[in-house]
């Protein structure tokens, strides 16, 4: 490991743990940075250890895996397994990127920070990537600016065309995934709802597996409001037989509708981001703005950050573990606000934990 973090000149050893469809796009743009360096990867579909084609380090145990000479750890696994290797990285002492979510619940979360806390020295990040894409930035700084007034509420629908993650395997599996759509999925809208309006204080859901029949659910509609009277209308599913994203932001001169992700696949369909400006007439029409955005660069720019926070040692400023809780809690009220969802699933320590936030 490096004995001095902050010395730009040298590069940070990576090991990747998790080497599926997202280790291997994390690879694609670590292999783009010039402070890092891929070492070895570990999966659990290899068979032992050895190299791959292009020597590359592989092991089919985390454990090997750390026994090499990293400075920085990307956490690539299911839900059930990211919160213990994330842990495991941070006493080995090194940096941690781990991928949303973060956990399978708050106390999976909890275990993590505690850890983080043991070890100060170390940087530790959440893979929150939908906050580094244009649109978003954008969207942002429109509203922080407040050109367009104050946000009156927000309303997003978040859902994928097919549900085959969750017929077989850990995802339809509620022990080892903790959740379904919402909690793998949703909860990207969660964090980008808490992005805009802050934390959210009062809770009501509808949870339901009814179409897919899996103990994971399938659909979450949710309300919920903030202290200053904002309200965000959420929906995830599972059933929207198309893969669509949409967020409309409305404001007190204007509105904002957040459209389509440029994600790897191109399933999302084009991103742009609508400016409607308040201008009452007879027909209503308003003055509106539609900007396209090309390209992603939100993946290099997510490394990017995390690299200049170990490197120069600037603190975590987006996918910090605290704010990983956050949105853990957020999604957790959403589940036990459904008084049967709750009930079923024996969630009230969940709920409690988040209440202690």
Known sequence: ????????????????????????????????????????????????AGELADGIRYFDKIEELLKCNLDVLFVCLPNYLAPAS????????????????PGRNIEDVESVIRAERAYPKMKLKYGFNHRYHHSVKDARQIVESKQLGKIINVNGVYGKSHVIPYDKGWRAERQKSGGGILLDQGIHMVDLMRLFCGDFTEFTSFVANDYWRHDVEDNV????????????????????????????????????????????SRSYGEETLTIGRRFETDTGTPREETIKYLDDSSWNEEIGEFVDSIVHGKPILEGSSSEALKTMAHVYRIYCADADWKKRFDLADQISADMKL
């Open 221 to 264: 509609y949710a309300l919920m409001r903030n202290n200053d009277g904002q309200v965000a209308m959420l929906h995830s599913t599972a059933t929207s037989w198309q893969h669509r994203f949409r967020l409309e932001i409305a404001l007190t001169e204007g509105y904002l509708v957040l459209k389509g992700f440029l994600s790897g």
């Open 86 to 101: 994330t842990i495991k990285g941070l006493e080995r002492g090194l940096h941690v990127f781990c991928e949303k979510p």
């Open 1 to 48: 490991m490096l004995k001095d973090k902050t010395l730009a000149s040298k590069k940070l050893k990576v090991g990747i743990a998790g080497y599926g469809v997202v280790g291997k796009r994390r690879r694609f743009y670590i292999d783009q940075h010039p402070l890092l360096e891929m070492v070895a990867v570990s999966d659990q579909t290899f068979d032992g």
